[in-house]
C-alpha cells in the first residue's frame, strides 16, 4: 500500500485522505446540485472523475472495477462531480475478501 501524500492538504482533508485511503469507495452525488436529483454510484466505468483510480478487476471478480480517492486531486474531483457522500468498505485493498454465499 503506497503512503498518503499529505502535501497541500489542510488537516481536516489529510484526516479524510487518511480515512479513504485504498478503501473502495461508493458515492451519492447531486451533479445538478442538494435540490436536483441525487444518485449512488459504486462503479466508474460512466463517470470518470480526475484523480479517481480503479481497483483491479481481480479485487471483485464478474464486476466493474471499484473506485478509490487516494489524492489530493481526487478529493477536489469528487467535489467538483458533485459527490455529496462517500461510503466506504471496512476492508482495504489489497486485503479485500469477497465471500459468496
Known amino acids: ?13 489529510a484526516r479524510l485522505a487518511e ?11 447531486a451533479p445538478d ?14 463517470f470518470g472523475i480526475a484523480g479517481v483510480t480503479e481497483l483491479p478487476v481481480a479485487l471483485h471478480p464478474g464486476h466493474a472495477p471499484l473506485m478509490v480517492a487516494n489524492s489530493a486531486k481526487a478529493l477536489v474531483g469528487l467535489a467538483q462531480m458533485g459527490v ?7 476492508a482495504v485493498a489489497p486485503d ?5 454465499v
Not at 500500500?1 to 482533508?13: K, S, Y
Not at 446540485?33 to 460512466?46: D, V, W
Request: without cysteine; negative net charge.
Open 19 to 29: 480515512a479513504i485511503h485504498e478503501r473502495p469507495l461508493s458515492l451519492v452525488r
Open 33 to 46: 446540485g442538494i435540490g436536483g436529483e441525487q444518485f449512488f454510484q459504486k462503479h466508474s466505468e460512466r
Open 1 to 13: 500500500m503506497q503512503p498518503v501524500n499529505f502535501a497541500g492538504m489542510t488537516e481536516r482533508d
Open 84 to 90: 455529496l457522500e462517500l461510503h466506504t468498505w471496512n
Open 96 to 100: 479485500l475478501v469477497a465471500l459468496t
